[in-house]
């Protein structure tokens, strides 16, 4: 049995909205925080990318194949953009560990 693309593409579409909802009214609105803005942002891109191209085949396939490109990008730039909004600054100790690794176990020198 095979499925096919239409309808994986209409399952995620269900997933995300409801991803969407959730992460919306339980997370964002209590925490307000910018990570969280950011992945709703993120999941109402990948929602409408994955609707767009739900019309690939249809008269209405040269708009909406680009358009599903653009938005699925700008979905993974958004998640991006989050992801970035959690990296806060390394303390200064935490550089003495890499900083030994790179440059190998010390030799002993003939």
Sequence with gaps: MQID?????????????????????????????????????????????SAAYLLDGTDQQ????????????SGTASTWAGARTLRAPAPPHMAVGPGSAAGGPPRAHR
Excluded: D, E, K, Q
């Design 62 to 73: 040269w708009w909406a194949n680009p358009l599903g490109s653009v938005l699925l990008v």
């Design 5 to 49: 693309t239409a309808t994986l593409r209409l399952a995620f579409v269900i997933i995300a909205l409801t991803m969407l909802v959730l992460f919306y009214f339980a997370t964002f609105r209590t925490a307000r925080s910018s990570y969280c803005g950011w992945w709703c942002v993120a999941l109402m891109f990948f929602l409408a990318g």
